[in-house]
């Protein structure tokens, strides 16, 4: 049966004079952006332009905030206060909704970016940190998350609707976290290869470790990264095989309902 899956990749992080990835290329083949919201790249220019463009394409979009550090890109670990961190993460959500609600699009996810997302996907207590942002701006935001992640766990509490993603170029431990980038296969390499290790958890029903160990779980989405000098063809060659084998490409908000 065919059933609609979604694939996402962040966007909008270019900044200034400092031009990232070809957000152009992918808004064509993806069906979620997860936009930056000037933490750790983008600006409101880009940020207005990202969002026009996808609305221009049918694209649905997602703020994609994360802790303040321009110059690390938010990869950099932070130790931030409960109380500040929720404010900055309303913050960014809410320049986002600014700027979609003047360009006649919608923000439907939050997605966090980085540092920020690989510790909520480990720490409870962050996790509840961040979905409870999220729902203090609004309970109908989803929440795209890790499977098998503190922070979909944490979604789930704060009563937001959870999308639950994999990685297109990541390999996973048998806890379900992700390999450490220092580690070796930590990244899978080449469009044909990413296709490969997607199909293979869809079919499976879950994350396929490194180990071959299979762990249960639902995909809505598919994070297709945007950054690398292969990104557009190995997003195209993803959203091509995945519709061979008989799914159906869609935004993220028509993969949470039945």
């Known amino acids: 049966m065919n059933r609609k899956i979604n694939l996402n990749a962040d966007l909008g992080e270019s900044f200034g004079a400092w031009s990232m990835g ?12 997860n936009i930056a919201c000037g933490f750790h790249g983008g600006d409101p220019l880009v940020m207005r332009q990202t969002v026009r463009a996808a609305r221009e394409r049918g694209v649905s979009i997602g703020a994609h905030p994360s802790f303040p550090d321009l ?13 500040e961190l929720a404010a900055m993460l309303i913050y960014q959500i809410g320049a986002l909704q600014a700027m979609a609600a003047v360009e006649g699009h919608a923000v439907s996810h939050v997605k966090p970016h980085g540092a920020l997302n690989n ?6 207590r962050l996790a509840d940190v961040v979905a409870g942002a999220v729902a203090a701006v609004s309970r109908d935001l989803i929440l795209l998350a890790p499977a ?5 766990q944490a979604g789930a509490r704060a009563g937001l609707p959870v ?15 992700l390999v450490p980038r220092s580690q070796p296969g ?27 160990k299979v762990l249960p779980t639902k995909i809505h989405s598919i994070c297709v990264h945007g950054d690398g000098p292969d990104a557009v063809a190995s997003a195209r060659c993803i959203a091509a095989g995945l519709e061979r084998a008989g799914h ?5 908000t028509e993969t949470l309902t039945p």
């Open 22 to 33: 070809s957000d152009s290329a992918l808004l064509d083949v993806v069906g979620s952006a």
């Open 71 to 83: 110059q690390g890109f938010g990869r950099r670990r932070m130790d931030v206060p409960a109380d």
């Open 119 to 124: 510790m909520a996907c480990a720490d409870a």
């Open 148 to 152: 098998h992640s503190q922070l979909a």
């Open 163 to 177: 999308a639950l993603e994999v990685f297109a170029d990541r390999a996973y431990l048998d806890d379900g976290q």
């Open 186 to 212: 930590a990244m899978i390499h080449g469009a044909q290869a990413s296709l490969d290790h997607v199909l293979r958890m869809l079919d499976a029903g879950g994350l396929v470790t490194l180990s071959g």
């Open 248 to 252: 159906i490409t869609a935004p993220l």
